[in-house]
């Protein structure tokens, strides 16, 4: 059974950081690409970033360029997101998701269609 489980989340002041885990567990996580998906009340679900599964292949919205960075441990089985420079808009439930198959070793997505099992997602709140 795939279990994904979110830590991490918090509250942090505008311009603070905050770090993501995603723990993964039930499948062969070696062979997956892993996204990070976030969410406001009353928004559709956002790609924020993607791993591939060889972790040489990173994707990012546009929106987090620059200060967010997806890495993954395969022997813990477990993908991070770091978030530095944090803004008020980045307040959202971000989620951690497997790709629905194993892709090439490069392949990323941030389209969520791709994912198949979700996590129960950790809030993130920013203030001003």
């Known amino acids: 059974q795939v279990q994904l489980v979110e830590s991490g989340g918090g509250l942090v002041q505008a311009g603070g950081s905050l770090r993501l885990s995603c723990a993964v567990s039930?499948?062969?996580?070696?062979?997956?690409?892993v996204g990070w998906f976030r969410q406001t009340p009353g928004k559709e679900r956002e790609g924020v970033s993607c791993?591939?599964?060889?972790?040489?292949?990173?994707v990012y919205a546009d929106s987090v360029k620059g200060r967010f960075t997806i890495s993954r441990d395969n022997a813990k089985n477990t993908v991070y997101l770091q978030m530095n420079s944090l803004k008020p808009e980045d307040t959202a439930i971000y989620y951690c998701?497997?790709?629905?198959?194993?892709?090439?070793?490069?392949?990323?997505?941030?389209?969520?269609?791709?994912?198949?099992?979700w996590g129960q997602g950790t809030q993130v709140t920013v203030s001003s």
């Open positions: 998701a497997v790709a629905v198959r194993p892709y090439g070793r490069t392949w990323c997505s941030l389209n969520e269609a791709d994912f198949g099992s």
């Open positions: 039930g499948f062969s996580f070696y062979y997956y690409a």
């Open positions: 791993i591939s599964s060889s972790g040489n292949n990173t």
